[in-house]
């Protein structure tokens, strides 16, 4: 569990920043709101019901309500139910398509932030739907998120793409034949469980910087400072 001071600093933080980037931002919403509009109908936000914390049973989740520019036709989910998002998912839009790589799409999460939801940085809450499946088919999946928020962005998020794939420039890329299909099964070849298992690695190191102050400022302001680059290098591709 974090210390009382990396508690009180990361909520002051996350109050702040908040406050300030839906201060900033607001004039980018009508814009992106007209692109989503233009582009395929339905909602221009998103709400989706996604995890806090695992019970220690592994049997249900803490939910709460988070916000999203909407990057997925109306109805993506209508024959399927929940399912993660892939590399080419052909359910979303082009306008959606450049939301995700910019993480334009994820700027009303401010808001989570500011109600105590989220933090500005932490692990990427999942589905409730998926979170159980994750949890037993990964072992220690569920420790990604004990005794911290759920972030808009993270060591996780700055580190891999948009789905959790390993880029070549990862310091993860040379050990991706022990963390992509580890036991060279035909039918396991691709799936997310792969990307998921490299975001697990990230998750867990940004939990363990919790522990004290100095390991925690460090870590939130490598990740604060990335954060905008990573963005901007989606811009230029």
Not at 89 to 118: A, C, H, S, W
Not at 147 to 170: F, M, R
């Amino acid at each position: 569990m974090p210390p009382p001071s990396v508690t009180l600093i990361k909520r002051a933080l996350d109050v702040v920043s908040s406050s300030i980037g839906l201060a900033l931002t607001l004039p980018l919403y009508p814009i992106i709101a007209a692109a989503i509009v233009l582009d395929s109908p339905g909602p221009v936000l998103y709400r989706q019901r996604r995890a806090k914390h695992l019970a220690p049973d592994k049997s249900s989740c803490t939910e709460f309500t988070m916000y999203k520019f909407r990057t997925m036709r109306q109805d993506a989910e209508k024959g399927t139910g929940a399912v993660l998002a892939s590399k080419d998912d052909d359910r979303i839009t082009r306008v959606g398509k450049f939301l995700r790589k910019t993480r334009l799409d994820e700027l009303p999460q401010l808001y989570n932030v500011l109600r105590g939801d989220m933090s500005l940085v932490g692990p990427r809450p999942e589905r409730p739907e998926l979170l159980v499946d994750l949890a037993l088919a990964i072992p220690f999946f569920e420790e990604r998120m004990r005794d911290v928020k759920p972030g808009i962005t993270g060591l996780a998020q700055i580190s891999l793409g948009y789905t959790g794939a390993i880029p070549e420039e990862s310091e993860l890329w040379p050990l991706r034949d022990s963390l992509q299909n580890p036991f060279k099964l035909e039918e396991a070849e691709g799936a997310l469980a792969d990307d998921m298992r490299a975001k697990l690695l990230y998750d867990l190191a940004y939990t363990a910087s919790l522990e004290r102050l100095d390991t925690y400022l460090r870590t939130e302001l490598f990740v604060l400072v990335s954060t905008p680059r990573v963005m901007l290098r989606a811009l230029g591709q």
